[in-house]
């Protein structure tokens, strides 16, 4: 199985922000990591997709970057309804397997 | 725009077998990958399996002992079958379309069920 771990477990940051999460595959995904954004008591959203596409209707303050092993979330001026726990998952190799999570406070 | 309702008992006993319903919606099951997620309380997400509307599978080896998902394309349904349920097995499940494209990511979530496995 491929292993997923995200950078930071949790992060605190203030409206405005520029708001950076990384996420490292334990070997490389070529650019097939997707992130997803979870609200409490919600299920997943997905947010971006193969490493930087934007899901329909996703704000652009949200991007994508990385390839390989190493990834990158960032949110470039961070807004209250962003609050919530950030996820990558790797859809390059079965079993897919997502990261531990990233908790994101104001 | 898709839809997805997951439904079933939420509680179960140990050493019994969990079974959920995933009802799509809004849109054809064919051509698309259709999963389970589950996701215990207060930790991070886990890949059950999934299943192509004919019918293939694959599914997580840390579960696929125990697992079973099958389709009726015909009710616009796919299942999930869970055997001999341990309090481990207490989550909230969520079924989720994979999108299209090559290896794509999950696009359409279901609203999650939580399924508790206690006597």
């Known amino acids: 199985d491929i292993q997923m771990t995200q950078s930071p477990y949790s992060l605190s940051a203030s409206v405005g922000d520029r708001v950076t999460i990384t996420c490292r595959a334990s070997r490389s995904i070529s650019t097939y990591l997707n992130w997803y954004q979870q609200k409490p008591g919600r299920a997943p959203d997905l947010l971006i997709y193969t490493e930087s596409n934007l899901q329909s209707g996703v704000p652009s303050r949200f991007s994508g970057s990385g390839s390989g092993i190493d990834f990158t979330l960032t949110i470039s001026s961070l807004q209250p309804e962003d609050i919530a726990t950030y996820y990558c998952?790797?859809?390059?190799?079965?079993?897919?397997?997502f990261g531990q999570g990233t908790k994101l406070e104001i | 725009q898709v839809h997805l309702q997951e439904s079933g008992p939420g509680l179960v006993k140990p050493s019994e077998t969990l079974s959920l319903t995933c009802t799509v919606s809004g849109g054809s099951m064919s051509n698309y990958y259709w999963s389970w997620i589950r996701q215990p309380p207060g930790k991070g997400l886990e890949w059950i399996g999934y299943i192509y509307y004919s019918g293939n599978t694959d599914y997580n080896p840390s579960l696929k002992s125990r697992v079973t998902i099958s389709v009726e394309t015909s009710k616009n349904q796919f299942y999930l079958q869970v055997t001999s349920v341990t309090a481990a097995d207490t989550a909230v499940y969520y079924c989720?379309?994979?999108?299209?494209?090559?290896?794509?990511?999950?696009?359409?979530w279901g609203q999650g069920i939580l399924v508790t496995v206690s006597s």
């Open positions: 998952q790797q859809s390059f190799s079965l079993p897919y397997t």
């Open positions: 989720a379309r994979v999108g299209g494209g090559y290896l794509p990511p999950l696009d359409y």
